[in-house]
């Protein structure tokens, strides 16, 4: 008897998993202060999985600081404060009893200039891993040639894996963050303008990576690049002064917004 | 396929933390643990002097007896080898330094002089100590007197006072040398007028450390030979002398034979920590003063 | 208009004055023998210990200065002069010193550097340079007055002079050399590096270990050897903590003499000028230069590969 009802209650629990976890990201009332700074205002973005979020708006618009408190980088500068919640699948990030470190082993994020770390191309890939416990010299191997291919970048390093990070392009670099990124296997990735820093070309592919990275990872990009967010994106939230000011399909906010000021932002009235 | 496993990861969390927050505080106490010994040498030094500071410790000669010994000769000794330090390592090190940041090209001869000198501040001080002897002391036959110990203390601190000098030089913004070469000034007329006056405050600063860490150097003033015992105080750079630091030694070797020694070179101690404590103190209102003014 | 007339005269009159002309001229030149003088203090040190390194060359082979075990120099009937004893004291207490340096003085450097905010790093950090400018003379009384006593409660084998003292001091002396050092190196790694970091997962201790100290690892490394030349170099503390026996020994309870206390002794005591004894203070001299000298040479261009990473 007993175990029925258990076994209904973890029925039911599944499903209200599988309901919850179309939405990956859920911001609810979030704000935050830099000092006494207003930086994010009243934030509420649900994210969807397996899908491309682009975040769009002027320069100091609160894009950035809004990515980085998704996996609470943000709070590196000690003067930061936040109300409101933010969930991932389920849980609040804000939780004292969950660690940043785990969230982080979730949530991997690629930067705005390639940062790869002063070792070899094998060795930033297998950072993450190692922290993470894993030691096994096969399977980091395994690792790396895995994460190298799904960053597509592993025909272009496979001979080299030994060599300087540094010594690759700027593109590379990008693409080698985001396969020491992909190494830990995260759920979402946040890209803080991942192209900002890279020429066209570079640009392209990063592009293109991301369209095969939706497949099995959501992801959520800022962008200054609204050209960028029409190409790559499913859904797209304009940002203005703090405030998410319109949230919907790219298509929508690309060709019918509703609020005037996205549609001056758009087409390129400001910002 | 997949590597990671979300339970190892819980798994290592707790204990990975715990690692961070431990080291944190390991950290803060190393960190800390220099200032411990710090506060612990001073407080030592400060019990031991107590009822040993006074007017006569201050304004007495040497002698043997403890109870009447006091270091005028020290204080004097080391106030006229300062009286040499000071403008020969201003003269010399402003000067190396002008030459090497304005008038100097970019030569093999000029990076030499720069390792040259760098390489000349990891130069252990007893070795300046055995060039002063042979050169000053013996070759140029002056004797163990204040010029010679004055003249090895700058070669000592020489690089110290050059190397601030330069910093500072380099920090004068390029657009008040143009503005005086744009009034047609020749470079010398600018240097002296212009650039000197702006970084001398970054000059001082750097001749107040070097004149503080000559007058804590023993081992240079130890082989160019004081002697333990003299009583006549300098009047002259041509006088045989001994200075602070000489005392603290021979005291402090010597508190085998005679106990209350050691309250005197700690005595001697205080005296001097506090000297260095004002001079360093002078540097820092110099530096916050005039930081920044243009 | 005459006015401005007036000053263009007397502008010009003073260009002619080719007195000015001729001082400008020869400013380079003074300058330029000022920036010479440290060279020749240089080649001055060179010269001396090589000259009167020769003398004592003369008279007592290499074989004897570097391979046989014992000094004797004031032995009258048969003095003996090797290095090694010196050497052994000198390296017995250099490494003694970075025992305590090097893991003191980096972990300092790591709590400045990833660790402090901004606030605690800015008074911390001149508080610990503060131990670099307290005078060794100083540090030999506390080594020899409070250290060694201490430490005898605690091993009572200790001798009243011993090597054990002298190093532990002198490696808190060698703290903020290490520390500044490090944490200067440490600093100097891009943020961004660290935050790529912390995105994976990684705890400040991960951070620190695994990224940014073999980041800086040239810069470290600069620092421990500039401390252990440091070490190498100083003289007063051990001259008067760790005294005058001149035994090849590794036991860390019993006096040694380095190469620094030897000169003291030697210069300071009976040895008269122009004696085998005398001269040798003048080849141990020369073995301590040239020892400090590729030190600091290795360490300036530790330093410089640092520099040309970032």
Not at chain 2, 120 to 141: K, M, N, W
Not at chain 2, 208 to 233: C, D, F, K, N
Not at chain 3, 13 to 26: N, P, V, Y
């Amino acid at each position: 008897m007993n175990q029925v009802i258990l076994k209904q209650k973890e029925q039911k629990e599944i499903e209200n998993r599988k309901n919850e976890s179309s939405i990956v990201y859920d911001t609810k009332k979030l704000n935050l202060w830099y000092g006494n700074t207003h930086a994010l205002k009243d934030i509420d973005l649900p994210v969807q999985e397996r899908s491309v979020t682009a975040i769009i708006g002027p320069s100091g618009c609160g894009k950035s600081t809004y990515i980085k408190t998704l996996n609470r980088m943000v709070e590196m500068n000690p003067e930061v404060r936040t109300t409101g919640k933010v969930h991932y699948r389920g849980r609040n990030i804000f939780d004292s009893s969950y660690p940043a470190e785990e969230l982080r082993t979730r949530v991997g994020m690629v930067f705005q200039k390639p940062n790869p770390f002063p070792k070899s191309i094998f060795d930033n890939v297998v950072y993450g891993p190692k922290i993470h416990g894993i030691t096994d010299k096969k399977i980091l191997q395994k690792i790396v040639e895995k994460s190298l291919r799904g960053a597509a970048i592993w025909d272009e390093v496979k001979d080299r894996l030994k060599e300087n990070a540094y010594s690759l392009s700027g593109g590379q670099q990008q693409r080698l963050c985001i396969a020491r990124c992909l190494a830990v296997e995260p759920d979402v990735i946040l890209m803080d303008e991942p192209t900002s820093a890279l020429d066209p070309k570079s640009t392209l592919k990063v592009e293109e990576l991301i369209q095969e990275l939706k497949q099995n990872y959501s992801i959520i990009i800022v962008t200054h690049n609204m050209q960028q967010a029409a190409r790559i994106s499913d859904k797209t939230a304009f940002f203005l002064n703090g405030e998410v000011i319109e949230y919907d399909e790219t298509d929508k906010i690309f060709s019918n917004p509703v609020d005037k000021r996205t549609e001056d932002y758009i087409t390129g009235r400001f910002g | 396929m997949q590597f990671m496993d979300m339970k190892v990861v819980q798994s290592r969390m707790s204990k990975r933390l715990l690692l961070n927050q431990m080291t944190k505080w390991l950290f803060l106490a190393s960190a800390i643990f220099g200032l411990l010994v710090l506060a612990v040498l001073l407080y030592r030094v400060i019990v031991d002097s107590l009822g040993w500071i006074n007017i006569d410790f201050l304004t007495s000669v040497l002698s043997t007896k403890p109870e009447i010994a006091g270091i005028k000769g020290a204080i004097l000794g080391t106030v006229w080898l300062m009286i040499i330090v000071g403008p020969v390592t201003m003269a010399l090190g402003v000067s190396t330094a002008i030459y090497i940041e304005e008038y100097a090209r970019p030569s093999k001869l000029t990076s030499f002089i720069q390792t040259n000198i760098s390489n000349l501040a990891g130069v252990p001080s007893i070795v300046f100590g055995l060039l002063g002897l042979t050169v000053f002391v013996r070759l140029f036959g002056i004797g163990s007197v204040i010029l010679a110990g004055g003249l090895t203390m700058s070669l000592l601190v020489l690089p110290i006072v050059v190397v601030a000098s330069q910093e500072a030089i380099r920090a004068v913004p390029s657009y008040l040398r143009e503005a005086s070469y744009g009034m047609g000034a020749t470079k010398w007329q600018t240097i002296k007028n212009v650039v000197l006056p702006v970084a001398l405050p970054g000059i001082l600063t750097g001749l107040i450390l070097a004149i503080s860490r000559a007058i804590g150097e023993t081992a240079p003033l130890v082989v160019i030979g004081i002697p333990a015992l003299l009583i006549p105080v300098p009047t002259s750079i041509f006088d045989r002398f001994t200075a602070m630091p000489m005392q603290i030694y021979y005291w402090t070797i010597d508190s085998v034979l005679v106990a209350e020694y050691a309250y005197l070179a700690a005595a001697t101690i205080v005296i001097l920590l506090l000297i260095l404590f004002t001079l360093n103190s002078l540097a820092i209102i110099i530096r916050n003063k005039f930081d920044r003014r243009y | 208009m005459s006015n401005s007339i007036n000053i263009r005269n007397m502008i010009e009159g003073s260009r002619k004055k080719s007195k000015l002309a001729m001082f400008e001229k020869t400013i380079p030149y003074l300058l330029f023998f000022a920036a010479f003088l440290s060279v020749l203090t240089t080649i001055g040190i060179m010269v001396t210990l090589t000259v009167e390194s020769i003398l004592f060359f003369r008279n007592v082979s290499f074989r004897e200065f570097f391979l046989q075990p014992e000094l004797k120099p004031l032995n009258p009937s048969d003095p003996k002069f090797s290095i090694l004893p010196l050497l052994g004291g000198t390296l017995l207490s250099s490494i003694i010193a970075m025992m305590v340096a090097i893991p003191i003085g980096l972990t300092t450097a790591v709590y400045l550097s990833e660790y402090a905010t901004e606030r605690v790093r800015r008074i911390l950090k001149p508080l610990v340079e503060v131990l670099a400018g307290i005078p060794t003379i100083v540090y030999g009384f506390f080594a020899f007055t409070f250290v060694t006593p201490v430490l005898r409660e605690l091993i009572p084998a200790l001798d009243r002079t011993n090597i054990l003292s002298p190093g532990i001091v002198m490696g808190i002396m060698i703290i903020p050399i290490v520390a500044s050092l490090s944490e200067d190196a440490m600093s100097s790694v891009p943020n961004s590096i660290r935050e790529g970091a912390m995105a994976l997962g990684a705890t400040k201790f991960e951070v620190a270990f695994r990224v940014v100290i073999p980041a800086a690892i040239s810069g470290i490394i600069a620092s421990f050897v500039l401390g252990i030349s440091r070490a190498i170099g100083e003289t007063m503390i051990v001259t008067i903590a760790s005294g005058s026996n001149k035994n090849l020994t590794f036991d860390v309870t019993q006096s040694m003499q380095t190469m620094t206390a030897y000169i003291v002794e030697v210069t300071s005591g009976d040895a008269a000028s122009g004696t085998t004894a005398y001269y040798s203070l003048y080849a141990v001299a020369m073995t301590l230069f040239v020892f400090t000298l590729l030190m600091n040479l290795f360490a300036r261009y530790m330093t410089k590969k640092f520099r040309e990473v970032y």
